[in-house]
């Protein structure tokens, strides 16, 4: 008996940590296809809380304003993550270095209620002083970007480290320059971390609620804020049916990242290979 508590703990202990993990999202999905508003007994299958859902107006639009501020958040955080990554791992010494990489990795410590109420001072003084910019999906974009930049200069700094300088020195020893360099070279090598980046950027941006609610203007609420607002006036099975959409919006660009990478790693291998194979049969001929 002993042996075997010992062989299996392991994965005893891990399939306990995936249930307290998905558990209470399996249950979510499955009353969101319950026939009645219980929320203790399944009365039988229906789709009419996918039917309200389609009805209600507020979730519809919270939910292209928050694809539209995930998608506009994710690119912004895949450049500026890379550039700073950039900036970060191949220059190592410049003045105000350790300044500059404080206040980058900054907001990964920082609690967001912190960053959401900083960043509604700031705009606020900025629209007494220049009408500029009034609350609402810009600001919304701007306190996403800082957050998921952060997160992912992350992401693309380790692919940065991971790379072989050798790569970069051989294309300058052939005579391109350093910004060549950067876009043909640098950039192909690190894209699988960038849009790592911004897989990792929408995610956060889609289902971020506390900066979306201090930097969210009136007539302004992305899906989490409308989630959140319907879930404080009481249980509502349409909310079961919409954090289900999150669920599989999240899933399937997390899969179809996932069938990427695996697919372009087995075809680097494969290219690798056959250079191998051509190296060998260029140096032994017979």
Do not use: C
């Not at 009419?48 to 690119?75: N, P, Q």
């Not at 919304?140 to 992401?155: E, F, R």
Request: no cysteine.
């Amino acid at each position: 008996m002993k042996p075997f508590l010992e062989k299996h703990f392991g994965k005893f202990w891990l399939t306990l940590v995936y249930l307290f993990l998905y558990l209470p999202l399996l249950f979510m999905i499955v009353f969101s296809f319950n026939s009645t508003r219980q929320d203790a007994n399944f009365t039988g299958f229906s789709l009419r809380w996918y039917e309200a859902l389609t009805r209600d107006t507020k979730i519809v639009e919270g939910f292209w304003l928050s694809l539209k501020i995930a998608a506009v958040t994710g690119v912004l955080s895949a450049v500026l993550g890379t550039f700073a990554a950039f900036v970060l791992v191949r220059y190592r010494r410049f003045p105000g270095r350790t300044v500059f990489s404080g206040m980058v990795n900054a907001p990964l410590v920082m609690p967001e209620v912190v960053i959401g109420l900083s960043l509604l001072l700031l705009m606020v003084g900025a629209q007494n002083a220049f009408g500029w910019p009034e609350r609402g999906m810009l600001t919304i974009i701007l306190g996403h970007t800082l957050l998921g930049m952060a997160y992912g200069m992350v992401v693309i700094q380790s692919r940065l480290m991971e790379m072989d300088r050798a790569i970069e020195e051989a294309a300058m020893d052939l005579g391109a320059k350093p910004l060549q360099v950067f876009f043909l070279v640098t950039l192909p090598n690190i894209f699988q971390g960038i849009l790592a980046a911004f897989l990792l950027a929408f995610t956060l941006s889609f289902d971020d609620v506390v900066i979306s609610e201090f930097l969210s203007g009136p007539g302004v609420n992305t899906l989490p804020q409308v989630i959140f607002g319907y879930a404080r006036r009481g249980i509502n099975p349409t909310i079961y049916a919409a954090a289900t959409l999150l669920i599989v919006t999240v899933t399937i660009g997390i899969v179809a990242y996932a069938v990427w990478v695996a697919r372009s790693t087995r075809r680097r291998e494969r290219e690798i290979a056959a250079a191998t194979r051509a190296e060998l049969v260029a140096l032994n001929p017979n």
